[in-house]
């Protein structure tokens, strides 16, 4: 069994086919068993998917561990009930733990288990069916057809899950990005990637890296999502990479997938809650709520999300602007100053409009008067030197007194997590 690494994914002289993957988890069939969960481990993308791919055939129940050390990974296999924890090293896949499994931690009806990304506090587990992580997605659009697809999201994530089985439902081969912005401009300048699929926060950084003067290639089909889409980001990522089609996709660990919308606008129409989609989605006092279906996970966060009507409150805050639903951020997130209120997203989108601001980041950091205050990240745009005193000058004539940014810093980037998503907490 060969041994793929993220870093070396730039240089591979092709990407993994299904076959490929096939191959790659022979080996780890034996591990895997439909009657108890296993706990699995792998800083080995591809192997991992390998593994994952060989589990949805055979309908083993797999718990994938967030990147922890052996204790930590000991510790959650046994809080999820796991009877074996398995994982991925230079001599291939091997049993760190084996113990009785706690039957009933499983939900009988569940077989993949993902741990949230942990954007805004400690990671939750949540269930998903084989059915639904692995079942065809979208529409068989030629472009997808044999393509060469670019995984950026991190590979434990219920979205690379969701990416792995589309780009092999049409015989496509799966690319991963390199962690380095730079090699990732190398790789889509030499592989002829087709189709990519990222958050916005990913798409962002990149564009703020490529090489100034260096043409971009066009990629025919591009998908964003796992944070709220601006028109922004839409127009930036249109007009670079001139996508015959550009999906936002809204879908989470908790809810599973749940809408895409192709318009090129941000939001989705409001026309879709009086629609049959409105059978799936609906806005309650400012958030958005999802039909507890098939497709939904099971677990602690949707548990606690569920109405008593059966629909899963999710923690996204939708607005209408007009004809348009549009998630402005999580309630989970929200700074709250002296009683005013925004997203940081919303924050954000204010600091962006102004001249030479490339990017920026808002969160909350502490304040021993006022309980919190607004703190911002701001990455110049190219060749600009910016002064924070006037930035915050100009920023106190468009956001509420309260929310103007208290501490202003200038770094080279905007850190992402490795979900692909920037942190809302102070570091």
């Not at 034996?30 to 969960?37: F, R």
């Not at 044999?146 to 991190?154: C, V």
């Not at 602690?300 to 999300?305: D, K, L, N, Q, V």
Request: proline content about 7%.
């Amino acid at each position: 069994m060969r041994s793929i690494p993220p870093s070396a994914a730039a240089v591979l002289p092709a990407g993994l086919n299904g076959a490929d993957f096939a191959a790659l988890g022979a080996s780890s069939a034996a591990l895997l068993s439909s009657m108890h969960a296993v706990a699995v481990h792998s800083s080995d993308p591809a192997a991992l998917h390998a593994l994952v791919v060989v589990a949805s055939r055979v309908n083993a129940r797999v718990v994938l561990l967030p990147d922890v050390n052996v204790a930590e990974r000991a510790a959650l296999a046994q809080q999820v009930g796991a009877g074996r924890v398995v994982s991925y090293g230079a001599g291939g896949w091997h049993i760190e733990v084996e113990r009785d499994p706690d039957a009933t931690a499983v939900p009988p009806a569940s077989q993949l288990g993902f741990f949230t990304s942990g954007t805004t506090g400690p990671p939750k587990l949540v269930w998903h069916r084989w059915a639904s992580v692995s079942a065809r997605t979208g529409t068989s659009a030629r472009s997808e057809v044999g393509a060469r697809w670019l995984m950026t999201y991190a590979p434990r994530s219920f979205a690379a899950i969701q990416v792995l089985f589309a780009a092999l439902h049409h015989d496509a081969s799966v690319w991963y990005a390199p962690p380095e912005p730079s090699d990732v401009v190398a790789l889509l300048r030499t592989a002829a990637i087709t189709v990519a699929s990222a958050t916005p926060s990913w798409w962002r950084r990149l564009l703020l890296n490529w090489p100034r003067g260096e043409p971009k290639p066009m990629v025919r089909q591009i998908t964003m999502g796992g944070e709220p889409v601006t028109q922004d980001v839409l127009d930036a990522v249109r007009t670079a990479f001139r996508p015959e089609r550009l999906t936002h996709i809204y879908a989470s660990t908790e809810a599973g997938s749940v809408f895409s919308v192709s318009d090129g606008r941000a939001g989705f129409p409001v026309a879709w809650l009086r629609s049959e989609r409105g059978q799936r989605i609906r806005v309650r006092d400012g958030q958005l709520e999802v039909f507890i279906g098939e497709g939904a996970g099971r677990g602690p966060s949707t548990e606690s999300g569920r109405t008593e009507d059966g629909w899963y409150r999710t923690p996204d805050i939708a607005d209408v602007v007009e004809d348009r639903v549009v998630l402005v951020g999580r309630v989970d997130c929200v700074i709250n100053v002296g009683g005013r209120k925004l997203t940081p997203e919303q924050i954000e989108l204010v600091v962006r409009r102004e001249p030479g601001v490339a990017d920026c980041r808002a969160f909350a950091k502490r304040s021993p008067i006022t309980g919190a205050v607004v703190a911002l990240e701001v990455v110049p745009a190219p060749g600009v030197a910016l002064d924070t005193r006037a930035l915050r000058s100009r920023l106190a004539q468009s956001l509420p007194r309260e929310l103007v940014p208290r501490l202003i810093s200038l770094v080279p980037a905007i850190t992402i997590t490795s979900a692909g998503k920037r942190s809302r907490v102070d570091r």
